[in-house]
């Protein structure tokens, strides 16, 4: 199974998201949640994720930073940006730093993901 870091400054997002697929049925299992991209980062580091979902606008460290310095130590890892943020220059710098996909919350189906 692949494992899956959930990261998101609010706990209804980061509970939502972790219940709104069958993951394992999928072939992921929800392996960690973080509400920061610093404690995203420690988690990376001791679980190393596959994949990771994660907000822009967070306190400590946001979602860019995150993806910036883990693409740097573990360039394998997915990054997969959920957020309110309909902003083009977000949606570039994510993909310009490596992440997969940008996907509004407001509008994302289970499907989406």
Same mark, same amino acid.
């Given at each position: ?13 980061? /509970? ?34 596959? /994949? ?21 130590? @573990? ?26 996909? @940008? ?11």
């Amino acid at each position: 199974m692949l494992k899956v870091l959930i990261v998101d400054d609010e706990l209804i997002v980061r /509970v939502g998201l972790n219940a709104c697929l069958e993951w394992e049925k999928l072939g992921y299992e929800v392996s960690s949640m973080a509400e920061d991209g610093k404690t995203a980062l420690e988690m990376i580091e001791n679980d190393c994720p596959d /994949v990771v979902f994660t907000d822009i606008k967070m306190p400590v460290m946001d979602g860019l930073e995150l993806i910036r310095t883990a693409k740097k130590i @573990y360039p394998k890892i997915k990054f997969v940006v959920l957020s309110c943020l309909n902003e083009i220059d977000y949606v570039k710098q994510a993909i310009k730093l490596g992440a997969e996909d @940008y996907i509004l919350k407001l509008t994302f189906k289970a499907d989406d993901l």
